[in-house]
């Protein structure tokens, strides 16, 4: 990562307890802010200022879902599969690990190369 803020927010965001269990738990299984709410025993406010975190911080990711009854919602899981904090030189490094699939490597790596 480049940017001091960012390793300090995510650092801050890793830092919080609620935010690890919100995100441990989703990396284990996907769920609801409700679900996620019951699965945890948190508040669904707790639940729903750490997900907006997580969100901030790209560490997770969410999709909307149609409830049988017609009402939408978010469901929500973990982006990454690990991470690596190191420090050198008095200066923190974080590296997210996330699997890709082709199609985004693809637009990346196009992206990179400055085509248009």
């Not at 927010?9 to 996620?36: C, Q, W």
Request: proline share 3%; net charge negative.
């Amino acid at each position: 990562m480049d940017d001091e803020s960012s390793i300090e927010e995510i650092l801050n965001t890793i830092g919080d307890e609620h935010a690890r269990t919100v995100l441990a738990s989703i990396s284990r299984e996907p769920g609801s802010a409700k679900e996620l709410a019951e699965r945890l025993e948190l508040s669904q406010p707790t639940i729903y200022r750490r997900l907006e975190l997580l969100e901030e911080n790209e560490l997770i990711k969410d999709r909307t879902l149609v409830a049988d009854d017609g009402n939408h919602y978010k469901e929500f899981t973990c982006n990454f599969n690990s991470t690596v904090i190191s420090l050198e030189d008095d200066e923190y490094d974080i590296r997210i690990f996330r699997e890709e699939n082709l199609p985004d490597r693809f637009t990346k790596l196009w992206d990179e190369l400055g085509v248009k």
